[in-house]
């Protein structure tokens, strides 16, 4: 499915948010292809967006689930036009939940990133606001998440940066929407992949090889990182 031409084909303005730039850097490289009508002005990460923008994407990676606080003080903010959820978890209840809770969209992590555009488009057009079509075909893989490069999938990544947050496996599977026994299966995986055998090797293998989110806001992320105007806190354990 090709991008649809939104209006006059003014390119939408969009803020990434999540609390790690692993993850936002290879969303923004993902719509990268596409600035011709989606145009990436800012990253945030544990920051206010900052800049006016059509659509603030949230990326759940061991983030907060639509339904919780940090969407709903999201789609608060006067300078978003609106909030689009970018998750996982597809379950029609959680999914009604963030709607309500003041989210303009919900989009599946399994959509490739043609229609996670359209997707967008759609949205600010006032069309369909849910976008989980992928019954029938296997997930597709997108993005980048801390860890990849050792191994990790994407959720054993999710569960061990909620591990170095000193998260207990009770509230990670409360903020992930995943069973006790789905966290543990993760964990179990997670340690044979980076070869921890308790909580307290993963946590300081996690603060070592970048689990521990970051606090910066990151303005004109096309330019490249060494130049691109971040105000960075530092990381927040």
Request: glycine share 8%; hydrophobic share 40%; proline share 5%.
């Amino acid at each position: 499915m090709n991008p649809l031409p939104v209006g006059d084909s003014k390119a939408l303005r969009v803020a990434l948010v999540n609390d790690y730039e692993v993850v936002v850097r290879g969303l923004a490289a993902m719509l990268h292809a596409y600035q011709d009508v989606v145009q990436v002005v800012e990253l945030d990460l544990n920051k206010p967006v900052a800049e006016v923008v059509d659509v603030a994407l949230y990326d759940t990676f061991a983030s907060t689930q639509g339904d919780r606080a940090d969407v709903h003080d999201l789609a608060a903010n006067p300078r978003v036009g609106r909030v689009v959820v970018y998750s996982w978890n597809l379950d029609d209840v959680l999914i009604n939940a963030a709607i309500t809770n003041g989210a303009g969209g919900y989009v599946s992590k399994g959509v490739p990133a043609s229609q996670l555009v359209t997707a967008l488009q759609q949205i600010c057009a006032g069309g369909p606001q849910v976008w989980v079509g992928t019954q029938g075909r296997p997930a597709i893989t997108v993005g980048d998440w801390p860890g990849r490069e050792e191994g990790l999938t994407a959720r054993e990544s999710e569960v061990l940066a909620l591990i170095t947050q000193g998260l207990s496996n009770a509230k990670i599977a409360d903020r992930t929407h995943l069973s006790i026994n789905s966290v543990k299966t993760y964990i179990r995986s997670a340690y044979r992949r980076i070869g921890a055998t308790s909580r307290t090797e993963a946590v300081l293998w996690g603060v070592e090889h970048g689990f521990r989110p970051d606090r910066m806001r990151v303005r004109h992320p096309e330019v490249p990182s060494s130049d691109d105007g971040a105000e960075d806190d530092g990381s927040v354990a």
